[in-house]
């Protein structure tokens, strides 16, 4: 049972575009919702965070939305730079425990 | 870099062996994690430990073990592996409790 369900699975966004990355959920006990970046050969990094009871969460050019009556969140990624061309997972935390989406391999064209 | 360290970076193996990978928490973190992230795919909780003791498993059978030392760093040990345990396995610490949760880079591990 997929708790966590991410889209698209793949993205190509042109240099100074917005890319936005989907995720539901199905479990409503969970009580935070993180997403992490990852890049070839290392681990998943920590790039923002939101808890439930908050409907959305800027940092620079990261933006999570979330929308507790539909289970969903997503992420927003404004000015999409090359840089930020990597794998991005939605993930949803419950007894410190996290339940992963399958990830989204975004790719930003220069 | 989040303080996480892991050893060894890549490890080859053959099917019916046994492995230990090792895992430094960050430092004032108490509970370890371990997760199995399988290619293509996002990670996949195996077990936590605080304070030394099992707390929580996911759906991973019994000879997926661990150990957590009184340092807080911590030990995964697969016995019997099959050519499905191949997957890049993550550590994370985090504070008993917490919401972040900081991985290290992991352990590549290939069962030929």
């Known amino acids: 049972q997929q708790q966590v369900k991410q889209s698209p699975q793949s993205l190509i966004v042109q240099k100074g575009g917005i890319s936005i990355i989907n995720c539901a959920y199905e479990?409503?006990?969970?009580?935070?919702f993180p997403w992490y970046q990852q890049f070839p050969g290392k681990g998943p990094a920590l790039l923002i965070a939101?808890?439930?009871?908050?409907s959305e969460k800027k940092e620079g050019r990261f933006t999570i939305s979330f929308n507790k009556s539909a289970k969903q969140f997503s992420l927003h990624i404004m000015d999409s730079q090359p840089g930020d061309s990597a794998t991005y997972f939605c993930?949803?935390?419950?007894?410190?425990?996290?339940?992963f989406g399958k990830g989204t391999m975004l790719l930003v064209s220069p | 870099e989040t303080g996480v360290t892991q050893s060894p970076t890549h490890l080859i193996k053959t099917r019916g062996q046994q492995v230990t990978l090792r895992c430094s928490s960050q430092?004032?973190?108490?509970?370890v994690s371990w997760y199995q992230q399988a290619l293509g795919q996002g990670p996949q909780f195996i077990f936590q430990?605080?304070?030394?003791?099992?707390?929580g498993r996911g759906n991973f059978p019994p000879r997926f073990s661990g150990l957590q030392f009184p340092n807080y760093s911590s030990e995964l040990n697969v016995n019997a592996l099959e050519l499905d345990d191949s997957a890049l396995y993550l550590c994370?610490?985090?504070?008993?409790?917490?919401?972040?949760?900081?991985f290290g880079s992991g352990t590549q591990l290939s069962v030929l």
């Open positions: 994370a610490s985090s504070l008993a409790g917490g919401h972040k949760l900081f």
């Open positions: 479990n409503t006990a969970f009580d935070y």
């Open positions: 939101i808890r439930p009871d908050v």
């Open positions: 993930a949803a935390l419950l007894d410190s425990t996290l339940t």
């Open positions: 430092s004032g973190h108490n509970t």
């Open positions: 430990y605080y304070r030394e003791e099992e707390n």
